[in-house]
C-alpha cells in the first residue's frame, strides 16, 4: 500500500512539473467569442471538442482567439471530466483554476474591451464570403488574403472568411452574418453565381455590399456578373494582386 501510495505521489509530481497542454480554440469572430464567454467560461469552466488524449487532472492552457484579436487570450484550467463516446461531441470538461497572467476583474474588462471593439486590443477585420465549389480554389483565395492581404491593407487588419459551395448555400449564410465582401463565381451548382448576385442586390441588407465576380467563362460569364449587380469582374485563373487591388477599390476601410 505504501508502495502505491509513493507511486501515486511520484506520477502526481511528474504531472504537476510537466508544462500544460496547449489547446489553441479558434472563434469565429469576436460576437461567438464575448457569448462563449457569457454563457460558459464566465462560470468557471468550459467543455471543448478534441481528439487530444488527456487524462483527468491534466493541465491545460487555452489560448483563446478569433480574427482580429490582437492578443490571445490565455486561460489556465485543469481536465475534470473526459467524454469518450465516439461522437462528434468528443472532448474534456475544464475547470479554470485561475486566469493566466490576469485576474477575474481584469478578464472582465477585457471582454468588455472586446465587446466594444477596442482598437487596441481588436483590428479591423474583413469580412469575406467566399462562394466557389472548387474547395482548392476557394482555399488559395482565403490563404492567399491572409498571408499577403495585410502586408497590403496594413497590420491593423485582419480578414475572415466563410466558404459557400454553392449559390443557395450562400444565401444562407447573408441571412445569418453580415459580410464586407463577396467574392462569387459565376458557374456554381445549385443555384448559379449571376442569379445569386441578382438577389443579393435585391435584399437591402447587402444592396451595398461590394461582389468581386469570377468566372473562366469569358465574356459571357462577365456580362451575366455585370449585369446581375457585380461591382467587378476577374477572370479565371485568378492573379492574387488582383484579388486584393479590386478589394482595396471596393473597401472603405
Do not use: C
Not at 206 to 220: D, F, L, N, R
Amino acid at each position: 500500500m505504501s508502495d502505491e501510495n509513493s507511486s501515486d505521489s511520484s506520477a502526481e509530481q511528474r504531472l504537476h512539473d510537466r508544462a500544460p497542454v496547449t489547446l489553441v480554440v479558434e472563434y469565429d469572430g469576436a460576437d461567438d467569442f464575448v457569448n462563449d464567454y457569457t454563457e460558459n467560461l464566465s462560470s468557471g469552466g468550459i467543455f471543448i471538442n478534441t481528439t487530444r488524449q488527456l487524462e483527468i487532472g491534466t493541465e491545460v492552457k487555452l489560448m483563446l482567439s478569433f480574427p482580429g484579436l490582437i492578443e490571445p487570450i490565455a486561460i489556465a484550467g485543469v481536465v475534470r471530466w473526459l467524454r469518450e463516446d465516439g461522437s462528434d461531441s468528443h472532448g474534456v470538461g475544464l475547470e479554470f483554476v485561475n486566469y493566466e497572467g490576469t485576474n477575474q476583474e481584469e478578464l472582465e474588462e477585457l471582454i468588455a474591451r472586446v465587446a466594444s471593439r477596442d482598437p487596441d486590443v481588436i483590428s479591423k477585420v474583413i469580412s469575406v464570403l467566399v462562394v466557389e465549389d472548387n474547395p482548392h480554389v476557394a482555399r488559395l483565395i482565403r490563404d492567399g488574403l491572409v498571408g499577403s492581404g495585410q502586408k497590403v491593407f496594413g497590420d491593423e487588419v485582419a480578414f475572415s472568411f466563410r466558404m459557400a459551395h454553392d449559390g443557395q448555400h450562400a444565401l444562407e449564410l447573408l441571412e445569418e452574418h453580415s459580410f464586407d465582401a463577396l467574392i462569387v463565381d459565376i458557374y456554381l451548382p445549385v443555384l448559379d453565381g449571376a442569379s445569386l448576385i441578382t438577389q443579393v442586390r435585391a435584399s437591402e441588407a447587402h444592396k451595398t455590399t461590394p461582389i468581386i465576380g469570377v468566372s473562366a467563362g469569358g465574356e459571357s460569364a462577365r456580362q451575366a456578373a455585370l449585369s446581375a449587380g457585380a461591382n467587378k469582374f476577374l477572370d479565371k485563373p485568378m492573379r492574387l494582386r488582383e484579388v486584393i487591388s479590386t478589394l482595396q477599390q471596393l473597401l472603405t476601410l
